[in-house]
């Protein structure tokens, strides 16, 4: 018994990292409809920000949580302009043209960046430097460190901010007409570009976020790591329901769940195919995800 | 009667792409003649993702269904032909049926879950289906687990074995050839049309009698059949194959070929394979640059040409000029007096949705050849009647009788082949179509000849083909619209658009016809001609139930009317009867006084007065 | 879509027309490039390794030995008079960009090949030069197939998988004195192979495999397979996949305290892993061919590779750096530049004195002295552990 519980600790730390990414891929479909897939890699780039910015910071010998602070900071604010950047040079122009066509740009973007990322930091594993201690607690047999709940802990934290951000101010609740319809909020006088851009911002530092804390969580970073896990966050929000915030959380958790228990109870080597086997059951019986409504045609 | 050509292709630009694309033809077919073989080499991989991008190209380009997991195909016809040469020791060309035979099938297996789902949801199941194909293939010990499986002979031809490059290459030009001329002939054949008339407005083509699911699915199947054989063209090319060439990044520049040349575009897609196959081989000197600048160069060449570099000239299926004048337009079908038969009974039709009635208990019938119109005020349940009686929703309670039998449960594109038609209260036409081929559109289920004889281009098909297009000329022609036929349905005036869209309701023979408010936004001359069109529809054997607003239209032409409010029938009866109604005048039409002593501006307007 | 007017129409053509023109352009450009025609006075030899994506970091440390290789051949003189050429080409770990590369190198008229990296990549690129009867000589692809086909043009100065897997089995079984053991693959063909051999090994001689299955690689998190492995209770964990999933996994079994000792295949040979893994990889085991760094006879490539290119060489390098060498040796002895002299007279030789030990190729081209060994690391670093000596006892290394 105390093994199932220890998969479910193993699949909320792993899904948390997939519901960061997946918030980033759910809010901007929900808003220009465009499955970014360029998103995992800034996942990446946030990691590869982060080390940099601990390596530098290292040389200065400041103590570690002031370091980290500061790696964070940077990171989100790198990724968060480079989101925006990318925004405005690749995805605006397109926004009214064939909706294959910023699709494809996505992809060309998440090969750009993969391949920047080879040429700037090198093809081989960088790795950061070990801050989280191992340091851990046994309860009922199911082993746990604090790092983790530090982990879930915080992706939660930011989760539900965004949350509260988008339910419950004025701009995210802009940000939603946006998303319901374009062309009625621009009406009403909502500045649509410069939220599409805040949408950008803060997915991308969402996603920059969830880099560090895995750069620090499992020390190694690579400029491929945002293959695999983008797939995989890209899956979650579809499951949730894309555009669709809390499914996002949702379907990101289940996700890691779902993976735990396929290497644990099943074998590891088909954990993608029952991953998928379970999202396309799921949309058979529910076409839009699990959160996912309903758009009405009106005849 | 002549047929009209590939849609996209006047013969003023099939001439142009002949001449542009003869020398390349040519140089293409002599390439093993004074090439080496590396060139080759790279001739052969652009003919292998030409062969790929096109079939992709029907899932995404003709149907406009997102696939991410394309590769599937392409692994399952490598394989098959792997396995049955390698295990049962079959040649080549013995094993070609089996790999279409599985290709197709898995066609149908990812197709089918996925045709309810919208663009989006599609993209992620169909690289789930990918991934899931890729990862069995790679587990399992019958695949060669991932060493894949070797030792795969090459395909022998009149005892000639087709190994060498050059060989190889001659067999991937016959294959792309062969699928060319599939391309093309399938793009104007009535699956084309089907699928353009999907991708432009699926609901409306549902309603004209396109069996949208199953012309979903056979886009993916016609898609995976290529795709198998592109896949047994690689197995035989390299000897040996392994999962990893069938990953998600490879499904991922398949659908860059497809894009980046055009999407729906044939010569697009030959273009996007010589350049994704043929660009990275020029970049080598770039090394670790290589990767790089091919992305920087697809996201400018995205950005400068975001419909692709060779986009798909628009559809234009337009008779020819010698043919709309060759027509004359008497009404088809002869004039005849009603039989008295019912030919719809609705009883006690009740459609919720959550805790509200839209309709609430309703039951009528309609006799043949009779104009029954059913009025109210708005939010009475009038198109939620309609939906119901299409398919487009389900009764929630209630029956409904056509010609004897229930009409439970029946997909619209269903009840359209049982001969209910109708038009919509926002136009749905398809836009970028000609007024000809919307149509065309709504005849196509009423071929006989199957879809293979109308590929094939044999006689008979090709005289059922110009039956179907006379007779839609003259279809146009009994609403006026003959002269118009070659024009986009977009650019007709609104007066023409609603014409065009009962022009193509009729089409479909349908014995009763549903009008949902087409006399809305016209001005009375156009509603006076409507009304007599209105007659001579009638006339022509069809029955008519009409939903309108406008009280000139509906006494003058309707036999009978019915009156909805709130979800319930409030009033039956003739014309004369209605208006004398004291419940109708307090629910909806008011009386012909104005209430206000300044002429009526301010206050109530009856409907007399519009 | 807009109606065009019909000088726009015209445009499109021209633009389309000028498309079509440039992409024809750049392919027969891109095919004529190459030199078909063999120079007068170098020969040239092909280096087909991946130089772009994942695995181009080991691809540039192998064209470097190869580099090192051919400087020394050319500073005494070359061969037969002539300078040797080194010809990389990049085959991305990816069959069709590789049999182009192989194609491109056979075009450029190669006399041999030397080096390989991804056994996916070697068997395309194998049956190119088979076909221009091209000696192939491989520096790093362990997979037996290669070997197996029954040609006579392909040769290899590494080991095979079913020699490492039988040498792993031996340490688990008689150094380890292990009963049970789990044995990890990432389903890629290298290690799929090199596990398949061990597990075989294993339950030939008596011990009882508890988990034979593989893993995804690119995932960050193995704690869910590594919670199963615990719960079988092994008393050795064998990963045959790369050192990146590697570093993870012995980091994260520690972090479950799982008990069994943990053990690497040489693909798992890489600095990376210690800085990942920390402390937590100390006691861990890696099956391997001797790295130049272990190899007595080494110590001069060594400073002269770090010398050369400013860091330590990777595990490969130096087999390709003898691969070359054994080539220049083969050419001097058939006295020819042509292919088929070269591949018979590699077939030849039977005890070339190369940094990796002494070299001879049995009928399958094969090397007929192949050596492996085990590192442990110790103190954040990889030390020699145990060897094999001649009665087949596990001795220390010095």
């Known amino acids: 018994m105390s093994t199932f519980f220890q998969y479910v600790v193993e699949g909320l730390t792993i899904g948390s990292f997939y519901a960061l990414v997946a918030l980033g891929y759910t809010m901007v479909y929900g808003i220009i409809r465009l499955i970014n897939f360029a998103h995992g890699d800034l996942f990446m780039v946030g990691a590869f920000v982060g080390w940099t910015a601990l390596t530098m910071l290292a040389a200065q010998h400041l103590p570690w949580a002031l370091a980290l602070v500061a790696a964070f900071a940077a990171s989100m604010a790198f990724t968060g302009v480079l989101g925006i950047a990318i925004e405005r040079l690749a995805y605006q122009p397109l926004l009214r043209a064939p909706r294959l066509s910023i699709l494809i740009t996505a992809l060309g973007i998440s090969l750009a960046l993969e391949n920047g990322v080879l040429l700037i930091y090198g093809a081989g594993f960088n790795t950061y430097p070990h801050l989280l201690s191992q340091a851990g607690l046994v309860l009922y047999g199911v082993r746990f460190t604090f790092a983790q709940i530090g982990i879930v802990a915080a992706s939660f934290a930011l989760m539900f901010a965004l949350y509260f951000f988008v339910h ?22 909502i500045d649509v570009e ?52 809390p499914g996002a959380m949702a379907g990101g958790i289940l996700i890691g769940l779902l993976e735990a228990f396929g290497a644990g109870y099943v074998s590891s080597q088909w954990t993608d195919v029952f991953v998928f086997a379970v999202l396309i059951g799921v949309l058979v019986v529910k076409p839009t995800g699990l959160f996912g409504e309903r758009v009405v045609e009106r005849m | 009667m002549s047929q009209t050509a590939t849609p996209a292709l006047s013969s003023r630009r099939a001439c142009f792409l002949l001449v542009a694309l003869a020398p390349l033809v040519v140089a293409a077919a002599a390439l093993p003649a004074f090439a080496g073989n590396y060139l080759i080499d790279v001739g052969l991989t652009i003919v292998t993702y030409s062969i790929l991008g096109l079939g992709l190209n029907i899932v995404v380009g003709y149907a406009g269904l997102l696939d991410l997991g394309y590769a599937a195909f392409f692994a399952i016809g490598a394989y098959t032909t792997a396995l049955l040469e390698t295990l049962l020791h079959f040649s080549f060309w013995e094993t070609l049926p089996f790999s279409f035979l599985f290709a197709g099938a898995s066609g149908v297996v990812i197709g089918y879950p996925t045709l309810r789902l919208r663009s989006d949801y599609l993209a992620i199941v169909t690289l789930g289906f990918g991934e899931i194909v890729r990862i069995i293939a790679t587990n399992l010990e019958i695949t060669g687990g991932p060493n894949g499986i070797y030792g795969i002979a090459s395909p022998g031809l009149f005892g000639y074995e087709i190994s060498s490059p050059r060989a190889v290459y001659e067999l991937g030009l016959a294959f792309l050839a062969c699928v060319l001329v ?101 970049l080598r000197f770039l090394n670790l640059w290589r990767i790089f600048g091919f992305a920087v160069a697809l996201v400018v060449l995205m950005l400068l040409r975001p419909q692709g570099l060779w986009p798909a000239a628009l559809r234009r299926v337009a008779p020819s000029v010698s043919d709309a004048a060759a ?25 919720r949705f959550g805790g509200v009635r839209a309709v609430g208990g309703i039951s009528f019938t309609v006799t043949d050849s009779e104009i029954l119109s059913i009025i109210g005020p708005n939010g009475a349940g009038k198109t939620t009647v309609f939906n119901c009686l299409t398919g487009v929703i389900r009764l929630t309670g209630g029956e409904v009788r056509w010609l004897g039998a229930s009409l439970a449960f029946g997909s619209p594109h269903r009840i359209v082949h049982r001969g209910i038609a109708r038009t919509f209260q926002g136009i749905r036409l398809f836009a970028s179509m000609t007024a000809f081929e919307n149509v065309l ?30 007779d839609g000329l003259r279809w146009l022609g009994f609403v006026g619209l ?129 | 879509m807009i109606a065009r007017k019909d000088g726009a129409c015209r445009a499109n053509g021209v633009l389309r027309l000028a498309t079509i023109a440039l992409a024809s352009a750049c392919v027969v450009l891109a095919g004529l490039a190459p030199g078909s025609a063999q120079s007068q006075n170098t020969i040239k030899i092909g280096v087909p390794v991946p130089l772009s994506g994942s695995y181009a970091s080991a691809g540039t440390d192998i064209v470097n030995g190869a580099k090192l290789a051919a400087a020394k051949v050319n500073a005494a003189g070359g061969v037969m008079g002539k300078q040797i050429e080194l010809v990389p080409e990049d085959d991305a770990c990816d069959a069709q960009t590789a049999v182009q590369a192989a194609q491109k190198l056979v075009d450029a008229g190669v006399a041999a090949v030397v080096g390989g990296y991804c056994s996916s990549a070697a068997l395309p690129e194998l049956t190119v030069f088979h076909r221009a009867g091209i000696p192939y000589v491989l520096d790093a692809s362990t997979n037996p197939k290669l070997t197996e086909m029954g040609w006579d043009n392909v040769f290899r100065t590494i080991g095979r998988d079913d020699e490492q897997g039988p040498f792993a089995a031996g340490f688990m079984k008689n150094s380890l004195h292990a009963k049970r053991a789990a044995v990890i693959n990432d389903n890629t063909t290298y290690s799929k192979g090199l596990a398949q051999n061990t597990v075989a090994a294993l339950k030939k001689n008596g011990v009882d495999v508890v988990y034979d299955e593989a893993v995804t690689p690119g995932q960050l998190d193995y704690s869910p397979t590594l919670t199963k492995i615990a719960s079988l209770k092994p ?151 145990q060897e094999l000596d001649a009665s087949g006892h596990w001795v220390a290394m010095k």
């Open chain 1, 168 to 189: 419950h101010t004025f701009v995210g609740t802009a940000m939603r007409a946006l998303a319901i319809d374009q062309d009625a909020a621009r009406l009403m006088g």
């Open chain 1, 194 to 245: 410069r939220l599409i851009q805040l949408t950008f911002l803060l997915g991308s530092m969402l996603a920059a976020a969830a880099g560090v804390m895995e750069g620090l969580y499992y020390t190694q970073i690579n400029f491929f790591m945002g293959f695999v896990l983008g797939l995989r966050a890209f899956t979650a929000a579809v499951l949730g329901g894309i555009g669709n915030i």
């Open chain 2, 182 to 282: 599939f391309a093309v002939r399938l793009g104007g054949s009535r699956l084309g049309r089907a699928w353009a008339s999907i991708r432009e407005d699926e609901s409306a083509a549902e309603a004209v009698g396109v069996p949208t699911l199953r012309t979903k699915l056979l886009a993916y199947v016609m898609g995976a059949l290529i795709g198998g054989l592109g896949g047994s063209l690689f197995a035989a090319r390299f000897g040996a194959i392994d999962p990893t060439g069938f990953t998600y990044l490879q499904s991922v520049t398949i659908l860059i070929i497809v894009v980046l040349g055009g999407r729906g575009s044939i010569p697009g897609v030959l273009l996007g394979a010589a350049i994704v196959a043929g660009l990275p081989e020029m």
């Open chain 2, 327 to 351: 027509i004359d337009t008497p009404a088809p079908g002869k004039a005849r007096a009603g039989t008295g038969a019912t030919l719809l009974e609705v009883r006690g039709m009740e459609r």
């Open chain 2, 441 to 470: 559109v709504g005849m196509d289920h009423r071929y006989k000849a199957p879809l293979v004889a109308e590929l094939l281009a044999l006689p008979f098909a090709r005289t059922e083909t110009a039956d179907h297009m006379a």
């Open chain 2, 482 to 610: 003959r002269a118009r036929a070659g024009e986009r349905a977009a650019d007709l005036p609104y007066g023409d658009q609603r014409r065009l869209e009962i022009a193509r309701a009729l089409v479909s023979r349908p014995r009763l016809l549903l009008l949902d408010e087409p006399a809305a936004g016209m001005n009375p001359t156009e509603k006076r001609e409507l009304m007599g069109l209105i007659r001579r529809i009638r006339d022509s054997g069809v029955t008519i139930l009409l939903i309108e607003h406008d009280m000139m239209l509906v006494m003058g032409v309707s036999d009978r009317i019915i009156v909805m409010d709130h979800g319930v029938v409030i009033a039956e009866g003739k014309p004369g009867e209605i208006q004398a109604d004291r419940r109708v005048i307090d629910a909806y039409l008011g009386t012909g006084e104005s209430d206000e002593a300044d002429g009526g501006a301010g206050g109530e307007r009856s409907l007399w007065d519009s």
């Open chain 3, 235 to 385: 008393d050795v964990v064998y990963y045959t996949g790369y050192f990146s999933e590697a570093g993870l996994m012995v980091k994260e079994a520690r972090q479950l305290d799982l008990k069994a000792k943990f053990m690497g295949g040489d693909a798992t040979n890489d600095p990376t892993l210690l800085s990942t893994a920390g402390p937590a990889a100390n006691g861990m085991i890696i099956t391997t061919a001797p790295l130049a760094q272990f190899l007595s006879g080494a110590h001069g490539y060594v400073d002269e590779y770090t010398k050369a290119y400013g860091q330590g060489p990777g595990p490969y390098s130096v087999y390709e750096y003898d691969a070359v060498g054994v080539t220049a040796k083969a050419i001097v002895d058939a006295k020819s530049d042509k292919p088929a002299d070269i591949a018979a007279a590699l077939h030849k030789i039977k005890n070339y004195r190369g940094t990796t030990g002494e070299i001879g190729f049995n009928e399958k081209g094969d090397r007929s002295h192949s050596v492996y060994i085990t590192v442990i690391v110790r103190d954040n670093a990889f030390r020699p552990y």
